[in-house]
């Protein structure tokens, strides 16, 4: 059983930064692939970005790219997502979540969620 506490969501301006934080509680976390999603209200869910087990192989959705970066510290049991030059369109409820193995584009391969944090970015 895995538990995953997000945090450093909040309101920004355009262009600004900020780092997502996801806690995970358990056992064995360097053996899970982690993933962040957004939703943003009247949109499907969305992968963000994706991180194998060990940190070696990362994924960025092409909106991203080049502007967020997904890293992990296993001995923490932590990963990260770095948001910089925000725009308004990242605007959405921030989720990271967990899956055994390799991690997945595919949102109903993951096993375990966080409860989300909130990016609101001001034009």
């Known amino acids: 059983q895995v538990q995953l506490v997000e945090s450093g969501g909040g309101l920004v301006q355009a262009g600004g930064s900020l780092r997502l934080s996801c806690v995970a509680s358990g056992r064995a976390f360097s053996s899970y692939g982690m993933g962040w999603f957004r939703q943003a209200p009247g949109k499907e869910r969305e992968l963000v970005a994706a991180i194998s087990y060990l940190g070696g192989n990362t994924y960025y959705a092409d909106s991203v790219k080049g502007r967020f970066t997904i890293s992990r510290d296993n001995a923490k049991k932590t990963v990260y997502l770095q948001m910089n030059s925000l725009k308004p369109e990242d605007t959405a409820n921030y989720y990271c979540?967990?899956?055994?193995?390799?991690?997945?584009?595919?949102?109903?391969?993951?096993?375990?969620w966080g409860q989300g944090t909130q990016v609101t970015v001001s034009s």
């Open positions: 979540a967990a899956r055994w193995g390799d991690p997945s584009i595919s949102d109903n391969r993951y096993d375990y």
